[in-house]
């Protein structure tokens, strides 16, 4: 799990002419990029990075010396090692630590694999997908799922449809 790369931003599109880059960020802000100087296995490496007032980046790579290697960057997606991430806290996770994890009911009955973690303003939601293909939706709650990690995701039994 350590090795698998995790994705922090993608490239939108250039800025100005001088070959920057704005980034729409999947993490917590500039500073959750600042602490990395190397992104895509070392292909691209970070000169500067600043907040655009607007909840995105400005970045500047080493490897794009002008506007035409910046747009052609666009849908480029940056990514680090999972180890490169900080720690986390007790009852913190990452996304990419929980998805495709096996889930089971308190019960112990098999449901499926989480696919996706959303967040739609009110806290964390896991989407569940079952052997048959369909899906269904649990919040990231102490109440609807008691434990994660160790290789699977329990969901309190009464929170499965």
Not at 102 to 125: I, K, Q
Not at 132 to 152: I, L, N, Q, S, Y
């Amino acid at each position: 799990m350590t090795d698998r790369p995790v994705t922090l931003a993608a490239i939108v599109g250039a800025h100005g002419i001088a070959g920057e880059v704005r980034l729409k960020l999947f993490g917590e802000g500039a500073a959750s990029l600042k602490r990395h100087k190397a992104f895509n296995g070392g292909t691209l490496t970070a000169q500067s990075l600043r907040d655009d007032g607007k909840g995105g980046v400005i970045a500047r790579f080493a490897e794009v010396a002008d506007r035409t290697a910046a747009e052609a960057l666009r849908g480029t997606l940056l990514t680090v090692p999972r180890a490169a991430l900080p720690a986390l806290a007790e009852g913190e996770y990452y996304y990419t630590d929980l998805i495709g994890l096996p889930c089971v009911s308190s019960e112990g009955a098999t449901l499926g694999e989480c696919v996706a973690v959303e967040n739609f303003g009110a806290g964390d939601v896991l989407e569940i997908q079952r052997p048959d293909g369909k899906t269904f939706m649990v919040p990231m709650r102490p109440e609807a799922v008691p434990e994660w990690g160790e290789g699977r995701i329990v969901i309190e039994a009464a929170w499965v449809i």
